[in-house]
């Protein structure tokens, strides 16, 4: 029967390679650590989201009543690149895209009153006013680690 040496004497040296897998480790942390801040530059995508919940609407009555007026109004904003919307049973939401030289959190409060002012538009009765959320990817994790 063949055998593969490496993988032999790593069974029989078990202490060896716990060490080992450790000195690689604490290198690894350490070489991050000094990693220049160039190599992981802060990614700005110049995207706001809009999201309005209005319980107890079927998705057309959730279109015409809350997207359409919402959409309305943020596409008269200047710079605005692409409006995407999606509304579903309660629920709707609106991706409003900039160009990229726009201002981030100037095109935030620029859509913050458009919604504002889409309010004399939308339905009396809903549960929460529509909420403006900046899409920032620097606020993301990159990964997530599951133990079981």
Same mark, same amino acid.
């Given at each position: 029967?063949?055998?593969?040496?490496?993988?032999?004497?790593? #069974?029989? !040296?078990?202490?060896? #390679?716990?060490? %080992? &897998?450790?000195?690689?480790?604490?290198?690894?942390?350490?070489?991050?650590? @000094?990693?220049?801040?160039?190599?992981?530059?802060?990614?700005?995508?110049?995207?706001?989201?809009?999201?309005?919940?209005?319980?107890?609407? &079927?998705?057309?009555?959730?279109? !015409?009543?809350?997207?359409?007026?919402?959409?309305?109004?943020? @596409?008269? #904003?200047?710079?605005?690149?692409?409006? @995407?919307?999606?509304?579903?049973?309660?629920?709707?939401?609106? %991706?409003?895209?900039?160009?990229?030289?726009?201002?981030?959190?100037?095109? @935030?409060?620029?859509?913050?009153?458009?919604?504002?002012?889409?309010?004399?538009?939308?339905?009396?009765?809903?549960?929460?006013?529509?909420?403006? #959320?900046? %899409?920032?990817?620097?606020?993301?994790?990159?990964?997530?680690? !599951?133990?079981?």
């Amino acid at each position: 029967m063949k055998e593969f040496k490496a993988s032999s004497w790593s #069974i029989d !040296n078990k202490t060896t #390679i716990y060490v %080992l &897998a450790l000195f690689i480790s604490i290198a690894g942390f350490f070489a991050y650590q @000094k990693a220049p801040k160039e190599q992981f530059p802060e990614i700005v995508f110049p995207q706001i989201y809009v999201s309005a919940v209005y319980p107890g609407t &079927a998705p057309t009555d959730m279109e !015409n009543l809350v997207t359409k007026p919402l959409e309305k109004q943020v @596409k008269s #904003i200047s710079g605005v690149k692409k409006v @995407k919307s999606s509304s579903f049973q309660d629920f709707a939401t609106v %991706l409003v895209e900039f160009n990229t030289d726009v201002n981030v959190a100037l095109a @935030k409060q620029k859509v913050k009153d458009a919604v504002d002012k889409a309010k004399s538009d939308l339905p009396t009765d809903l549960t929460q006013q529509p909420r403006v #959320i900046e %899409l920032n990817i620097s606020d993301m994790p990159i990964m997530y680690v !599951n133990i079981s």
